[in-house]
């Protein structure tokens, strides 16, 4: 089973995005359930972890993006959003979103969604 990615694309340094994620099958009580996680992955390196967002409403960044990205969920729609502003080349990657619970992640990885950040 995959995640759905949408919301990337091609924007200028400075400019904002907004990702979002789903998984059209999911039922609500899971979905509430779940730990949810957005990651990156740049050319050349290693998947790595932007932010979270607890099933208690908690949010977690990386310093790299602290007061630059935003992650919410909407637990009526069963979304996972990532609101990013004043991006930066630096976040040109593949962003994916997955879920867990007990340490261990939901999903496997999907295709992600491509954002692309020009100088």
């Known amino acids: 089973v995959q995640l759905q990615a949408f919301g990337g694309g091609l924007v200028q340094a400075g400019g904002s995005l907004r990702l979002f994620c789903k998984d059209p099958?999911?039922?609500?009580?899971?979905?509430?359930?779940?730990?949810w996680g957005w990651y990156r992955q740049a050319p050349g390196k290693q998947r790595e972890l932007v932010a979270t967002i607890t099933n208690d409403g908690r949010n977690l960044y990386e310093d790299f993006v602290k007061g630059r990205f935003a992650i919410s969920r909407d637990n009526a729609k069963k979304l996972v959003y990532l609101q990013m502003n004043s991006l930066k080349p630096e976040d040109t990657a593949v962003y994916y979103c997955n879920a867990y619970r007990g340490g261990n992640f939901i999903y496997n990885w999907g295709q992600g969604t491509l954002v692309t950040v020009s100088s």
């Open positions: 099958r999911i039922i609500l009580s899971v979905f509430r359930s779940y730990d």
